[in-house]
């Protein structure tokens, strides 16, 4: 009795989704000052006045799961302060201000930590975020965890939940193959992801970090529609499969839908050198929740 | 050569301290958007409008440095976000919203992990902290990443760097032997903060979280100025003599200086259960560096 109980109560065979679900899915936060906690990219605060939003996030990369001990330490810094800047990217907010903490092995390297510490000051400059505190902690790993603030002021953040019966489906860049260089030196659609929200062109966005087919399903899980997917038009990165680009993960790349009425104005003002791709269409079958099924993308718990 | 060279560039040379100015002693923060960065209890943002600024945090606690693995879940849950919060107390301000990161290993127990979300939980309500979002890892060792987001509206927040010659030195409650359990229960001072921010009666603070010996002098070298301790003054827990008070750590209490003409002020308006005591004075005397040889508390990498 106890060995079936435990089984489907293991880390396992609930998944890094099912622990967030166990851990977090009763939180209700405050209608008045939440917008959105969590479950999206960042959680969204009410700022100051009707157009002013708060954005935040936590995220933390560890040794062995998201870089290896040869990767170089400067793209390692970068690495950790871009996948939250990614997330931010996903709401259309700019960022603001991030605090680090760093776990460290009694070993460690200070050479080594000085030179992740400096990649992470140039993506910082680079997108104009301040380095404004942070902590060291004795650990048996090394890891860096990024929260980052950012904001959007004068026009509201873009979550998941917004995709209704029509609208287009549309990725920025290409996808698969992360795993090879990518991962470590991609470049958070900032911009991108900004330009869309104060144009009003994304009716729901999110990065893609999982792989298309494990975060693909989240979008419509948020929305509440099923998608409509043209498998041929996922755009690929050299030498990647359809499989690939639908299956690996870190591409950080933007994912999101626009109204019908808005394709045009979107691909004719689109001013990025990144391209862009229509993948499908939200259709309007109402997502069931086997449809989680559906999901390949990575997964920090799930055995394969 | 290299020998001699790595050794004094080893964690266990540095120490904590040392580790986080090697890393961070060169940032630079915005100054128009930025108060104060890394080296105080938090970060400052300017807010909006003259008398508004957002505090911001990041704090993590690991097994087998923060928590044995005998430690009750929900304890360790109230633990990690609880340090976060005496570190808001400290400059008097009020929590809004947390955003937690979860290390946990292949092998840990779901309804362990439950049980510490629980107790976290129970914290925030307490405390009025909304809980809106977050992200679990794979990872060696359990441990849990608090940032934390605050603010202190119509006041001013209060640094380490505003104490001087002539202020008195004070202490809430009583220090020393928070290892056998006051380190996972120990209430976060934030009404005490608060209180002291709003009526302008602290000139610097900060909370005590390494022990007295090793987080007054960095109050003084925010200040620029020496302290001149009373030890005998220094109030005890119940079995701790005045070594464990002034070199135990995890204390959580505030340290703070109040000047001169507001001491009485202070002392007869204290409307708090918690006691309050005058432990020293700020001297007149300039810091100097050595001053650091001083210092005695907790450091996670220094070898003893």
């Not at 109204?259 to 862009?276: A, I, Q, Y």
Request: net charge positive; charged share 25%; glycine share 10%.
């Amino acid at each position: 009795m106890s060995s079936l109980r435990s089984s489907s109560d293991s880390l396992a065979a609930l998944g890094e989704a099912g622990l967030l679900r166990v851990l977090t899915g009763k939180w209700k936060p405050n209608r008045a000052r939440v917008i959105t906690g969590a479950g999206d990219d960042c959680a969204v605060l009410r700022g100051e006045g009707k157009n002013h939003f708060l954005v935040f996030k936590t995220d933390a990369v560890s040794e062995d799961v998201h870089f290896t001990p040869q990767a170089p330490p400067g793209w390692i810094g970068h690495k950790a302060l871009a996948r939250a800047l990614s997330d931010l990217a996903a709401m259309g907010a700019i960022p603001l201000a991030a605090v680090i903490t760093l776990g460290v092995p009694a070993n460690e390297s200070v050479r080594r930590l000085r030179a992740i510490y400096r990649g992470l000051e140039r993506t910082a400059k680079r997108y104009g975020v301040d380095l404004v505190g942070g902590e060291t902690i004795r650990a048996r790993q090394l890891f860096l965890n990024v929260a980052l603030l950012g904001e959007c002021r004068g026009y509201r953040p873009v979550l998941r939940s917004g995709a209704r019966p029509g609208d287009s489906i549309f990725v920025t860049g290409k996808l698969g193959g992360a795993q090879v260089r990518h991962h470590l030196t991609f470049k958070p659609r900032l911009v991108e992801g900004k330009w869309l929200a104060r144009n009003g062109l994304a009716s729901a966005m999110m990065d893609l970090s999982d792989g298309l087919g494990a975060d693909l399903p989240r979008l419509m899980a948020a929305s509440g529609f099923e998608a409509q997917l043209d498998l041929a038009a996922i755009p690929r990165r050299p030498g990647a499969t359809v499989k690939a680009a639908f299956e690996d993960g870190e591409d950080y790349e933007l994912l999101f839908t626009t109204r019908p009425f808005h394709v045009k104005t979107l691909k004719k003002g689109w001013p990025f050198g990144v391209s862009l791709r229509c993948i499908g269409i939200i259709s309007h079958c109402r997502v069931k929740s086997e449809h989680f099924a559906f999901a390949h993308g990575f997964d920090h718990f799930k055995q394969r």
